[in-house]
Nanobody, 120 residues
Framework: QVELVESGGGLVQPGGSLSLSCEVSGSIFRVVSMGWYRQVPGKERELVATLNRGGAINYADSVKGRFTISRDNAWNTVYLEMKSLKPEDTALYYC??????????????WGQGTQVTVSS
């Protein structure tokens, strides 16, 4: 089974910084993309940042210039560095991986979510 383990969430004051990480393990043949999403109760889950094999990196407009997504060379870990945090960044952050797990078979995998709270 595939497992995504997240860490780094917590409470931070506005303007502060926080770093998230997500380690991927299990029977994955090849990772296609990795990213971070977030969700607030009562709202749709939204994209924060993603990166893929083609080299494309996408950020939500609301986090551009403040957040940075990165990964290790083996595609085992994805990171999210968050700076200049705002109260509106408060959400449950999910790690996401799209990968092939068998011949011609792929799926999307999610972490359990880690809470980020930005408050004075």
């Amino acid at each position: 089974q595939v497992e995504l383990v997240e860490s780094g969430g917590g409470l931070v004051q506005p303007g502060g910084s926080l770093s998230l990480s997500c380690e991927v393990s299990g029977s994955i043949f090849r990772v296609v993309s990795m990213g971070w999403y977030r969700q607030v109760p009562g709202k749709e889950r939204e994209l924060v940042a993603t990166l893929n094999r083609g080299g494309a990196i996408n950020y939500a407009d609301s986090v551009k210039g403040r957040f940075t997504i990165s990964r290790d060379n083996a595609w085992n870990t994805v990171y999210l560095e968050m700076k200049s945090l705002k109260p509106e960044d408060t959400a449950l952050y999910y790690c996401n991986v799209r990968a092939y797990f068998a011949v011609s078979r792929w799926d999307e995998f999610w972490g359990q979510g880690t809470q980020v709270t930005v408050s004075s």
